[in-house]
């Protein structure tokens, strides 16, 4: 009896073993909870109970709203390599971090147009582009190219690209997970060996310039590639009075306003452009979704306002005889924020606006200040000039002309009442462009596939959401069709070394996209 008893314990602890070796990969929580009962009870208890804990867990298991943490049932994926889980996610979220790492700034990440940092990072990204299989070259805009021309290299190619600098006190998905995202799912390709099966040539490529930091001018790589960058751009300077050209000469570049013409692609050779970026707003972490496709981005404008006055001694000038360009300066920009946060009070139903677009306005207007200088800036002094930027973005674009338009009228009135001059330069100009609906299709399609294997069966529908962050699919947009996948970012926060992406997030990003690139297969 004591043998049998021995032999039927021995039973039910494998069984009971088994039980929790599936409730342990489900939830390491109950583990200690189990081990406890097992040190108690029966047998029979056992497994029981063991059974109850597994059973209650199937509608984690089933769940499409716990989509932070993926898991795979054995109806949907047999095995995890089937994911690539290794190049997809481990060596993706490990070269994110490496250029995280790459900056120009001691303490914190910047990387600007053609600065050292920029080039250190883009030969590791290089690299990463031959280790994929792809051929490398840097044109003549600083823009970094990996291309394979798959069995047909007359075809129409597809464009995959983000950027590669970053704003000061960067994050470190912003741009560079679209990049990588990208070369891993070509990697993957590669590997399995049927890159060269591609129907049509696959062109990644890490562009020079989107945020517009050093220049002020944003999208000087993409912009060139379209063919909308102006001869103009190349003699802007940046706060050292060196040029856009300067800047490539540096670097031995060598451009003139010839070959920045001859840098635009024919348009009857691109197929498409795709763009994989960080949402850098809350929308899919509320929703509970890894990505969703982006059905436009808002147009925007950069401005540039100078306010000068009259230069004095802070103890001398009496207040009613100043014309201070700093108390004006904070007036425009208080004036700024009420309009863009109560447009319909400011803007009137005529020729600059209608009541569809004043509607638009309302809930996507955003206006920033983001940068003010003044002049001598001392303690002691009066300044003689200030300066300051206007970011103003908007998805309609009569609506954000007509509150540039208001917005001037107002600053010019309050400059000419405070006796100050005030000049409003308009740096920067971007209209609103829609993604194309076959592309955006194809690219939901390829998410849905994505998710269904990493999370099982997903009821919900692939969110779809407007940009309000300019992207260089904007300018794209003016060579060819685009579309863009946004990735869930913690709490919404970019531009921030808070910015952050769940390493799984990354790991359906860059499948994502390879299920896409398996139609052109």
């Known amino acids: 009896m004591e043998d049998a008893s021995k032999t039927q314990n021995h039973k039910a602890a494998h069984i009971a073993s088994l039980c929790l070796s599936l409730s342990l990969s489900l939830s390491r929580s109950f583990s200690w909870l189990l081990l406890l009962q097992f040190l108690q009870a029966s047998p029979t208890i056992i497994i029981m109970t063991t059974l109850y804990h597994f059973l209650s867990l199937l509608p984690l298991l089933l769940s499409t709203t716990a989509t932070s943490a993926f898991i795979c049932s054995d109806g949907e994926i047999s095995s995890r390599n089937d994911l690539f889980r290794e190049i997809l996610r481990d060596e993706a979220v490990a070269r994110l971090n490496e250029l995280g790492k790459v900056s120009d ?26 280790d994929a299989g792809l051929r490398t070259w840097v044109d003549q805009m600083g823009n970094l190219h990996g291309r394979v021309e798959g069995m047909n290299a007359s075809a129409k190619a597809l464009l995959i690209g983000s950027h590669l600098d970053t704003v000061v006190d960067a994050g470190i998905f912003d741009g560079s997970l679209g990049i ?10 590669n590997v399995n060996g049927t890159m060269g099966k591609l129907r049509r040539p696959i062109e990644v490529i890490a562009f020079s310039d989107e945020e517009g930091v050093r220049f002020h001018s944003t999208f000087l790589g993409s912009a060139a590639l379209a063919g909308v960058l102006p001869v103009t751009a190349l003699q802007i300077s940046d706060k050292s009075a060196v040029t856009v050209q300067d800047a490539l000469k540096e670097n031995s570049i060598e451009i003139t306003e010839r070959n920045l013409l001859q840098l635009k692609y024919d348009p009857g050779s691109v197929w498409g452009y795709v763009e994989v970026h960080i949402e850098q707003g809350p929308v899919l972490e509320w929703l509970g979704f890894p990505f969703g496709v982006v059905k436009g981005i808002a147009g925007q404008t950069r401005l540039k306002v100078t306010v000068r006055g009259s230069q004095g001694h802070a103890g001398t000038v009496p207040m009613s005889m100043r014309q201070d360009p700093m108390a004006a300066a904070a007036e425009l920009i208080v004036l700024l924020e009420s309009l863009c946060k109560n447009p319909k009070d400011f803007l009137s139903y005529d020729g600059h606006c209608n009541d569809k677009s004043v509607e638009s306005l309302s809930s996507s207007l955003v206006c920033t200040v983001g940068e003010i200088s003044t002049w001598p800036s001392a303690s002691n002094v009066i300044p003689g000039q200030v300066t300051f930027t206007v970011d103003l973005r908007a998805i309609d674009d009569m609506g954000r002309e007509a509150v540039i338009y208001e917005l001037s009228n107002q600053m010019y009135q309050i400059c000419d009442r405070r006796s100050v001059s005030c000049i409003i330069d308009r740096k920067h100009d971007a209209n609103a462009v829609i993604c194309d609906s076959e592309l955006s299709s194809q690219l939901k399609s390829a998410a849905y596939s994505a998710l269904r294997k990493m999370a099982g069966d997903i009821r919900d529908e692939i969110p779809a959401l407007m ?11 003016h060579l060819t069709k685009v579309g863009m996948l946004f990735v869930r970012c913690r709490g919404g926060i970019s531009h921030s070394p808070a910015e952050h992406v769940l390493d799984e997030d990354v790991w359906a990003a860059g499948l994502a996209i390879l299920e896409f690139l398996e139609t052109h297969l």
Do not use: Q
């Open 105 to 130: 700034a001691d303490g914190y990440l910047e990387r600007t147009f053609m600065s050292p940092a920029s080039l250190r990072a883009g030969n590791l990204l290089r690299g990463w582009m031959e």
């Open 180 to 189: 990588i995202s990208a070369l891993s799912a070509l990697k993957v390709l």
């Open 467 to 477: 940009s309000g962050a300019g992207h260089d699919a904007m300018a794209m947009s």
